[in-house]
Protein backbone atom coordinates (compact mmCIF):
# COMPACT_ATOMS: atom_id res chain seq x y z
CA UNK A 1 0.00 0.00 0.00
CA UNK A 2 1.31 3.17 -0.79
CA UNK A 3 1.99 5.71 1.81
CA UNK A 4 0.82 8.65 -0.14
CA UNK A 5 -3.02 6.66 -0.70
CA UNK A 6 -2.72 6.39 3.44
CA UNK A 7 -1.97 10.21 3.94
CA UNK A 8 -5.09 10.96 0.95
CA UNK A 9 -7.79 8.31 3.72
CA UNK A 10 -6.07 9.64 6.57
CA UNK A 11 -6.56 13.82 5.17
CA UNK A 12 -10.38 12.64 3.87
CA UNK A 13 -11.11 11.01 7.80
CA UNK A 14 -9.72 14.65 8.87
CA UNK A 15 -11.69 16.46 6.90
CA UNK A 16 -14.91 14.53 8.12
CA UNK A 17 -13.93 15.39 11.46
CA UNK A 18 -13.81 19.50 9.85
CA UNK A 19 -17.44 18.63 8.60
CA UNK A 20 -18.48 17.45 12.47
CA UNK A 21 -17.24 20.86 14.05
CA UNK A 22 -19.11 22.41 11.36
CA UNK A 23 -22.94 20.39 11.92
CA UNK A 24 -22.11 20.88 15.83
CA UNK A 25 -22.11 24.46 15.44
CA UNK A 26 -25.04 24.74 13.29
CA UNK A 27 -27.09 22.41 15.08
CA UNK A 28 -26.70 24.35 18.35
CA UNK A 29 -27.42 27.37 15.88
CA UNK A 30 -30.64 25.73 14.64
CA UNK A 31 -31.87 23.98 17.67
CA UNK A 32 -32.01 27.84 19.66
CA UNK A 33 -34.02 29.24 16.86
CA UNK A 34 -36.48 25.99 17.14
CA UNK A 35 -34.79 23.70 14.96
CA UNK A 36 -36.58 20.19 14.87
CA UNK A 37 -34.35 16.75 14.31
CA UNK A 38 -35.57 14.29 12.55
CA UNK A 39 -34.86 10.49 11.79
CA UNK A 40 -32.09 9.74 14.67
CA UNK A 41 -32.30 6.18 14.56
CA UNK A 42 -30.60 6.03 10.91
CA UNK A 43 -27.80 8.65 12.24
CA UNK A 44 -25.65 6.18 13.64
CA UNK A 45 -25.67 3.36 11.03
CA UNK A 46 -24.32 6.65 8.69
CA UNK A 47 -21.60 7.34 10.88
CA UNK A 48 -20.79 3.83 11.08
CA UNK A 49 -20.84 3.36 7.46
CA UNK A 50 -18.64 5.85 6.90
CA UNK A 51 -15.78 5.39 9.22
CA UNK A 52 -15.80 2.00 7.44
CA UNK A 53 -15.33 3.20 4.36
CA UNK A 54 -12.27 4.82 4.95
CA UNK A 55 -11.41 1.78 7.49
CA UNK A 56 -12.58 -0.43 4.23
CA UNK A 57 -9.97 1.53 1.98
CA UNK A 58 -6.59 0.99 3.84
CA UNK A 59 -7.85 -2.40 5.51
CA UNK A 60 -8.61 -4.24 1.79
CA UNK A 61 -5.22 -2.14 -0.19
CA UNK A 62 -3.04 -4.00 2.90
CA UNK A 63 -4.54 -7.05 3.23
CA UNK A 64 -5.42 -8.06 -0.18
CA UNK A 65 -2.56 -6.37 -1.43
CA UNK A 66 -4.05 -3.70 -4.04
CA UNK A 67 -1.77 -2.55 -6.71
CA UNK A 68 -2.46 1.29 -7.66
CA UNK A 69 -3.17 1.03 -11.53
CA UNK A 70 -2.63 4.63 -12.61
CA UNK A 71 -5.38 3.84 -15.93
CA UNK A 72 -8.01 3.45 -12.77
CA UNK A 73 -6.21 5.42 -9.68
CA UNK A 74 -5.82 8.47 -11.53
CA UNK A 75 -9.48 9.19 -12.79
CA UNK A 76 -10.81 7.87 -9.17
CA UNK A 77 -8.95 10.77 -7.86
CA UNK A 78 -10.12 13.00 -10.16
CA UNK A 79 -13.77 12.23 -9.57
CA UNK A 80 -12.93 12.16 -5.89
CA UNK A 81 -11.63 15.68 -5.35
CA UNK A 82 -14.63 16.40 -7.50
CA UNK A 83 -17.17 14.98 -5.11
CA UNK A 84 -14.88 17.00 -1.99
CA UNK A 85 -15.84 20.06 -4.01
CA UNK A 86 -19.54 19.67 -4.63
CA UNK A 87 -19.58 19.00 -0.91
CA UNK A 88 -18.39 21.82 0.26
CA UNK A 89 -20.00 23.69 -2.25
CA UNK A 90 -23.34 22.26 -0.42
CA UNK A 91 -22.15 23.02 2.95
CA UNK A 92 -21.63 26.85 1.72
CA UNK A 93 -24.88 26.68 -0.03
CA UNK A 94 -26.70 25.45 3.08
CA UNK A 95 -24.72 27.42 5.57
CA UNK A 96 -26.04 27.69 9.04
CA UNK A 97 -29.08 25.13 7.64
CA UNK A 98 -26.30 22.48 6.43
CA UNK A 99 -25.48 19.53 9.05
CA UNK A 100 -24.81 15.91 8.78
CA UNK A 101 -28.57 15.23 10.84
CA UNK A 102 -31.78 16.27 9.30
CA UNK A 103 -32.42 19.27 11.39
CA UNK A 104 -35.03 22.10 9.88
CA UNK A 105 -35.57 25.35 11.57
CA UNK A 106 -39.27 25.98 11.02
CA UNK A 107 -40.16 29.51 9.30
CA UNK A 108 -36.93 29.56 7.41
CA UNK A 109 -37.12 29.10 3.38
CA UNK A 110 -35.53 26.10 0.96
CA UNK A 111 -32.35 26.71 -0.69
CA UNK A 112 -32.43 27.87 -3.92
CA UNK A 113 -28.50 29.00 -4.60
CA UNK A 114 -25.37 26.80 -5.30
CA UNK A 115 -26.20 23.30 -6.64
CA UNK A 116 -29.33 24.05 -5.32
CA UNK A 117 -30.95 26.09 -7.79
CA UNK A 118 -30.33 22.85 -9.77
CA UNK A 119 -34.05 21.85 -9.35
CA UNK A 120 -33.24 18.16 -11.19
CA UNK A 121 -30.48 17.46 -8.88
CA UNK A 122 -32.15 17.62 -5.20
CA UNK A 123 -29.88 16.05 -2.76
CA UNK A 124 -26.67 17.00 -4.52
CA UNK A 125 -24.64 16.32 -1.30
CA UNK A 126 -25.65 12.79 -1.50
CA UNK A 127 -24.41 12.91 -4.96
CA UNK A 128 -21.15 13.65 -3.32
CA UNK A 129 -21.44 10.93 -1.12
CA UNK A 130 -21.90 8.45 -3.47
CA UNK A 131 -19.58 9.14 -5.89
CA UNK A 132 -16.67 9.36 -2.97
CA UNK A 133 -17.90 6.13 -1.60
CA UNK A 134 -17.00 4.41 -4.89
CA UNK A 135 -13.88 6.50 -6.57
CA UNK A 136 -12.10 6.73 -2.64
CA UNK A 137 -11.57 3.03 -2.48
CA UNK A 138 -10.99 2.36 -6.29
CA UNK A 139 -7.91 5.01 -6.18
CA UNK A 140 -6.14 2.00 -4.98
CA UNK A 141 -7.85 -1.16 -6.28
CA UNK A 142 -9.91 -1.48 -3.31
CA UNK A 143 -13.05 -2.84 -5.06
CA UNK A 144 -14.72 -4.76 -2.30
CA UNK A 145 -14.83 -1.85 -0.14
CA UNK A 146 -16.44 0.14 -3.23
CA UNK A 147 -18.87 -2.39 -4.12
CA UNK A 148 -19.91 -2.76 -0.31
CA UNK A 149 -20.16 0.76 0.60
CA UNK A 150 -22.25 1.85 -2.44
CA UNK A 151 -24.81 -1.32 -2.00
CA UNK A 152 -25.33 -0.16 1.85
CA UNK A 153 -25.20 3.77 1.33
CA UNK A 154 -27.72 3.24 -1.75
CA UNK A 155 -30.33 1.41 1.08
CA UNK A 156 -29.25 4.07 3.85
CA UNK A 157 -29.93 6.98 1.48
CA UNK A 158 -33.66 5.29 0.46
CA UNK A 159 -34.24 5.75 4.12
CA UNK A 160 -32.16 9.27 5.10
CA UNK A 161 -33.79 11.17 1.74
CA UNK A 162 -37.27 9.85 2.91
CA UNK A 163 -36.50 11.67 6.00
CA UNK A 164 -35.23 14.71 4.61
CA UNK A 165 -38.51 14.93 2.78
CA UNK A 166 -40.64 15.01 5.41
CA UNK A 167 -38.51 17.19 7.17
CA UNK A 168 -38.81 19.55 3.92
CA UNK A 169 -42.02 19.44 4.19
CA UNK A 170 -42.85 20.32 7.33
CA UNK A 171 -41.56 23.51 6.70
CA UNK A 172 -43.91 26.57 5.97
CA UNK A 173 -43.09 27.32 2.24
CA UNK A 174 -42.06 30.91 1.58
CA UNK A 175 -40.17 32.63 -1.16
CA UNK A 176 -36.50 31.30 -0.95
CA UNK A 177 -34.35 34.08 -1.25
CA UNK A 178 -31.83 33.75 1.95
CA UNK A 179 -31.36 31.03 4.61
CA UNK A 180 -31.83 27.88 3.95
CA UNK A 181 -33.64 24.20 5.31
CA UNK A 182 -31.55 21.32 5.43
Wanted: hydrophobic share 55%; aromatic share 8%; proline share 5%.
Amino acid sequence: MSTWYVLLVLLVGAERLAELVVARGNARWSLARGGRVFGRGHYPWMVALHTGLLAGCLLETWLADRPFVPALGLPMLALAVAAQALRWWCITALGRQWNTEVIVVPGLPLVTRGPYRLRWLRHPNYVAVAVEGAALPLIHGAWVTALVFTVLNAALMVVRIRCEETALASLTRTPATGEAAA
